[in-house]
């Protein structure tokens, strides 16, 4: 299971007092309201940052850093990736997972036969959908659903699934 999440990538300074426009690769913008501190993460270390202002424009989160305080400072960190430890991520809701956390997992069906494994998740309006890549080499696309996913046991890295008439044909 991976420690660290990616929130968001740094796309541009924001005015002159240190401040940068960051897109979100969160699924949870509410998160950059809450967020305390975060790293970016450099080619050769990461820097701990802790956030001082957040304002939303658009599809961007404007973030300011009580290390930097002007653009100069900020400026050669354009392009570079925002992350928070795990202890820092959002907590999970019920039926919530990471999805960094299930990537790789083993995926069987309710039977115990081994289907493949879990290479991606589309996230949709209505319902994430599971990217399995079969034993055959073939693509199945899994809604996330009860009656689909039965169980996800991240020791055993292993998704258990129903599959539904046709899903294979």
Avoid at 88 to 93: C, G, I, Q, S, Y
Avoid at 105 to 118: F, Q
Wanted: glycine fraction near 6%; proline fraction near 2%; hydrophobic fraction near 40%.
């Amino acid at each position: 299971m991976e420690d660290i999440f990616r929130i968001g990538v740094i796309t541009s300074t924001h005015g002159l007092k240190g401040e940068v426009k960051v897109f979100p690769t969160t699924d949870d913008l509410n998160r950059f309201k809450t967020l305390k501190k975060c790293f970016i993460r450099t080619p050769k270390e990461d820097i701990q940052v802790e956030k001082n202002t957040c304002k939303f424009f658009k599809n961007m989160v404007i973030l300011s850093f009580k290390e930097f305080k002007d653009i100069n400072e900020i400026e050669k960190y354009k392009g570079l990736d925002l992350y928070v430890t795990r202890e820092d991520a959002v907590p999970l809701e019920e039926d919530e997972y990471y999805i960094s956390d299930v990537i790789g997992m083993d995926v069987v069906t309710e039977d115990g036969e081994l289907l493949g494994k879990l290479e991606d998740v589309m996230q949709t309006g209505a319902n994430d959908v599971f990217v399995i890549k079969l034993t055959n080499d073939k693509e199945l696309l899994m809604p996330v659903i009860k009656d689909c996913v039965l169980d996800m046991d991240y020791e055993a890295g292993k998704v258990t699934v129903r599959l539904m008439k046709g899903m294979l044909d």
